[in-house]
């Protein structure tokens, strides 16, 4: 009995915390000072061509780019992404959730505050954007509402991020293994957790920053999907609502091309028309 317990919270644990690649963590460690966002930080990547008109001037002068890892998002996960807003021309920084995550999402929005005033510093521009995936769209409302972030955050995109919760979170509790397994982000991104109830309570997107969100039918991780979503002016963007054949995973988010082409128009202000055949 004690093995089949151990066992099916291992299983439960993986199958909602663990991304593909958290396999490569190695001895990786959650801070800011990490060799991708140190070398990321103060380098302008040349603009390729696959930014056409309009978007390529844009991104040009655009604000840096902060791409903002999930629960046990390790930041070697976020190169895809971030590779291809280099291409782009975009300045860019991977920054990885403390302790990957695990701990209370305020102090990681407090530790993300002062990586943020770290790139503007480096950067010398007024604002960031910030892309953020799973549990790092939860942390980063949380600085922009609380800790100051919104006259620091221009644009605030999300892939994936349980904003009004997931029952995935609620999992284990149902199978008798205790809440979250004492894993404390786990339980603030349970529906119905007291951080939740802050973060959603009046405005949930305060301010003059642009907010958008991107879900996925297939999101293994967000239950019911439209969880992933935001109120109050949000451009909400859901996959297949363009493009119905699309599969797109919740780790698929920030590998996918069309999901791209929406992130790289959100950080452009052009209309969000998602391409269906990107790669």
């Known amino acids: 009995m004690l093995l089949r317990t151990i066992l099916a919270a291992t299983t439960a644990v993986a199958a909602l915390l663990v991304p593909a690649t958290a396999a490569q963590a190695g001895t990786h460690h959650a801070t800011t000072t990490s060799a991708t966002t140190t070398g990321a930080v103060a380098t ?47 300045r860019v920084s991977i920054y990885q959730l403390p302790g990957l995550g695990f701990g209370d999402i305020r102090e990681s929005a407090r530790a993300l505050a002062t990586y943020v005033d770290q790139v503007r510093a480096a950067t010398g521009a007024a604002k960031v954007d910030l892309v953020t995936h ?33 029952y995935a979170a609620n999992i284990l509790n149902f199978l008798g ?46 239950w019911p999907i439209a969880n992933a979503s935001l109120a109050d002016g949000a451009t909400n963007v859901l996959i297949q609502a363009w493009c119905p054949l699309r599969v797109v995973g919740h780790l698929g988010l920030i590998l ?23 790669l």
Do not use: H
């Open 44 to 90: 302008t990547a040349r603009t390729a061509g696959t930014v056409a008109g309009s978007e390529a001037i844009a991104a040009a002068g655009a604000n840096p780019v902060i791409v903002v890892g999930g629960l046990i998002g390790v930041s070697i996960a976020y190169e895809p992404i971030a590779a291809r807003l280099r291409a782009d021309g975009f």
């Open 134 to 166: 799973s549990e790092g769209g939860l942390v980063s409302r949380w600085y922009v509402k609380f800790l100051g972030g919104v006259d620091k955050v221009d644009r605030y995109l999300s892939l994936g991020s349980p904003q009004q919760g997931t």
């Open 177 to 222: 293994l205790g809440s979250c397994a004492g894993i404390v982000a786990c339980q603030q991104m349970s529906i119905g957790s007291d951080l939740l109830a802050a973060l959603n309570g009046g405005d949930d997107t305060p301010g003059t920053v642009r907010w958008t969100t991107v879900r996925t039918w297939q999101d293994e991780l967000v």
């Open 256 to 278: 996918d091309g069309t999901t791209y082409t929406v992130v790289r128009q959100a950080l452009t202000d052009a209309a969000i028309r998602p391409n269906c055949f990107a």
